[in-house]
């Protein structure tokens, strides 16, 4: 299995651009959660989906952020416009409902810069 | 509320030592509690989980943690540690999410 897979591994972008991250889940994991992680805040939930719908959405940092899952095997994260404190890594992790829900398995990571 | 403090941001120790890695809860219940590594660009891996079990857990790679009530307490341990053990370390507590505590940096040096 090759993981959870996410692109790009690296942005940079300018402030106001439109900024897009994708996650391919484990195949047959039902459950993907988008993760931030920044030196000041630490690791932060932002978005969790059970079956592709969104159950938990409160860690969103504001409107500029959303995310969907259309299917099954792809979930992105978009904010439009950046603003440089968005600068962070972005992870994504899957975890399968009949197994053990919390052993979350995580993706290597984007790390976004915005200048 | 739920919430962990990891007591350490970072330690130190020299290859063949003892490896131990603080972390208190904050729970009104029993609470699921677990251990994740984080390795240099890498995402983050499952090390043990704590569920209401066995007090003392095993996980990978060697480490253990015990779970201690009385002082709620999750602390990480490993008998001798390997260089290839430096890395980043969050205890986590389960509500209806995972609370991720700010982490501890462990290096280790030959």
């Known amino acids: 299995d090759a993981g959870v897979i996410q692109s790009p591994r690296h942005e940079v972008t300018e402030m106001g651009q439109e900024v897009t991250l994708r996650c391919k889940p484990i195949?047959?994991?039902?459950?993907l959660f988008w993760y931030r992680q920044t030196m000041m805040r630490g690791l932060e939930l932002l978005i969790y989906?059970?079956?592709?719908?969104?159950?938990?959405d409160s860690g969103m940092p504001e409107d500029r952020f959303s995310a969907k899952m259309p299917n099954a095997s792809f979930s992105t994260l978009k904010i439009q416009p950046s603003e440089p404190r968005d600068s962070a890594v972005y992870f994504c992790?899957?975890?399968?409902?009949?197994?053990?829900?919390?052993?979350?398995?995580f993706g290597p990571g984007t790390r976004l810069t915005v200048t | 509320a739920q919430s962990v403090t990891q007591l350490d941001s970072h330690v130190s120790v020299s290859e063949g030592t003892p490896v131990l890695l603080r972390c208190n809860y904050s729970?009104?219940?029993?609470?699921?509690l677990f251990w994740y590594v984080q390795h240099p660009n890498k995402g983050l891996q499952l090390l043990l989980k704590y569920t209401s079990a066995a007090t003392l857990v095993k996980g990978i790679n060697g480490f253990e943690a015990e779970f201690k009530k009385s002082e709620t307490s999750f602390h990480l341990t490993k008998p001798s540690a390997h260089m290839s053990d430096a890395a980043e370390y969050f205890c986590v507590v389960n509500t209806d999410k995972l609370i991720f505590g700010t982490g501890t940096r462990l290096q280790v040096f030959p």
């Open positions: 992790a899957s975890s399968l409902a009949t197994g053990d829900y919390y052993e979350q398995y």
């Open positions: 195949s047959g994991h039902d459950y």
């Open positions: 989906f059970n079956n592709n719908v969104p159950i938990d």
């Open positions: 729970s009104s219940y029993s609470p699921s």
